[in-house]
């Protein structure tokens, strides 16, 4: 497994399992099998309310916590100093681990201030090792940013074929921040675009991993979700192969902008007013959406 090393100078896998929608026993199962399979990092967060199986699957995998990179976020309800804290230890028992090695703000709102203050103590006191952020935009990493001490080491947004990020990636290359793709393979609505599949066809690989291959070329971390054994180890076999710069042009420029992911918590710069407002009635069932 490859890795790429985070400001903070600890190191963090390239491919991890995302658990979003991942709930109860097959959740459990998806985890343990992954890493018996080699993957070493897992993505989760508080809204996902899946923590406790999260744990118990890393834990019946039998592998080394240490040998684990385990993300989470902090839900946009608990950016209060006391909140953070209190949520995070939420966190740390149902995950039963000690710590967590990157620990994210899962939306971006204002009043930062205090909930960075938070973070920068659970850094202090060893119980996260980097910290980062998520759905954020330039504008708000601009602000983020003189907020903390600790170094602001990853973002973490919707990062796909169809939604290429060069402009986000370069302001976070040029700040040493890292990226991290969700909905890395655009859940399946990507599937068919005739030059990622001509692109697969010539490697003899699958569309899936050809999404996942330009997204790690770039540095960007990929977390794609499966719950199948078949797409836990598919998505595992992506070292094997490299694109030719011309594929990665190719591919860069295929010209579609598609958000997979627009709740009413943020305001992305790119949605047009109509897909805006489908979007958020889509997403009118908040608490719904995230279950
Ligand atoms: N920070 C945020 O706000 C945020 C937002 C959304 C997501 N995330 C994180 O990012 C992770 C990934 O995003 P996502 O789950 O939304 O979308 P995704 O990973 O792009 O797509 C997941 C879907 O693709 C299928 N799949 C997986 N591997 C496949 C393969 N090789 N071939 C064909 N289909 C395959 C899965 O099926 P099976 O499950 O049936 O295998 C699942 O239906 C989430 O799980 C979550 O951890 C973060």
């Not at 899962?106 to 920068?120: I, S, V």
């Amino acid at each position: 497994m490859n890795h790429i090393t985070l400001a903070s100078g600890h190191e963090m896998p390239v491919l991890g399992l995302g658990t979003w929608k991942l709930l109860g026993e097959p959740c459990r199962q998806a985890v343990k099998k992954a890493l018996e399979l080699g993957y070493s990092h897992i993505d989760t967060a508080w809204i996902y309310k899946n923590q406790e199986e999260v744990g118990q699957g890393m834990k019946d995998s039998g592998v080394d916590r240490k040998k684990i990179f385990l993300t989470t976020k902090i839900w946009v309800q608990h950016f209060k100093y006391k909140q953070v804290l209190a949520e995070f230890e939420e966190d740390l028992k149902m995950l039963n681990t000690d710590h967590v090695d990157l620990l994210l703000l899962h939306w971006p709102l204002t009043g930062m201030k205090e909930t960075f203050k938070a973070l920068n103590k659970l850094v202090d006191d060893g119980k996260v090792k980097s910290i980062g952020v998520s759905n954020y935009e330039i504008r708000h990493l601009k602000k983020a940013i003189p907020l903390t001490k600790a170094p602001i080491c990853m973002n973490q947004v919707e990062y796909h074929p169809y939604l290429n990020q060069e402009a986000l990636r370069k302001f976070c290359i040029d700040n040493n921040i890292h990226m991290t793709a969700y909905c890395p393979i655009g859940r399946g609505q990507i599937f068919g675009n005739p030059t990622i599949k001509s692109i697969a066809e010539s490697h003899k690989k699958s569309e899936a991993q050809v999404m996942l291959r330009w997204l790690i070329q770039k540095d960007v971390v990929a977390i794609p979700k499966a719950t199948t054994e078949d797409h836990l180890k598919e998505n595992l076999e992506i070292f094997d192969f490299s694109l030719a710069e011309e594929e990665m042009k190719k591919i860069d420029n295929l010209g579609i902008r598609r958000r997979i992911i627009d709740p009413f918590v943020c305001d992305f710069d790119d949605v047009k007013p109509l897909t805006r407002v489908i979007n958020k009635i889509k997403t009118l069932g908040y608490v719904n959406f995230y279950r």
